[in-house]
């Protein structure tokens, strides 16, 4: 099956810029829809990105619109999530995930699964 891992945190100051990979093993994203997630210490696990209709359509919780951009490479290995313009309230761990069909909504973690470990994101002020 197809597993995720997570890469490209790091430490930035507010207004940098970061591009996190999510990149498939076992497979590849052909005809899956993937999503990106966040969570800050001591808070529920957050949606931020998804390409749906087999990979192929992005879209976004508002809080990230205009910010983010959620892409995937022609080899349909890796996802990527571009974030621009980074603020402190985006410090979180950030993770991958493909949707599972059938389960929950296309927006939400339970709709979703074969989550990466995820990769750490601190933005310092």
């Known amino acids: 099956q197809v597993k995720v891992t997570e890469s490209g945190g790091g430490s930035v100051q507010t207004g940098s810029s970061l591009t996190l990979s999510c990149t498939a093993s076992?497979?590849?994203?052909?005809?899956?829809?993937v999503g990106w997630f966040r969570q800050a210490p001591g808070k529920e696990r957050d949606f931020l990105a998804g390409l749906g209709f087999g990979g192929t359509k992005p879209y976004y919780a508002d809080p990230v619109k205009g910010r983010f951009t959620i892409s995937r490479d022609n080899a349909k290995i890796t996802v990527y999530l571009q974030m621009n313009n980074l603020m402190p309230e985006d410090t979180a761990v950030y993770y991958c995930?493909?949707?599972?069909w059938g389960r929950g909504s296309n927006d939400s973690p339970s709709g979703f699964g074969f989550w990466g470990q995820g990769t750490q994101v601190t933005v310092s002020s």
């Open positions: 076992g497979g590849t994203f052909d005809g899956v829809n």
């Open positions: 995930a493909r949707r599972i």
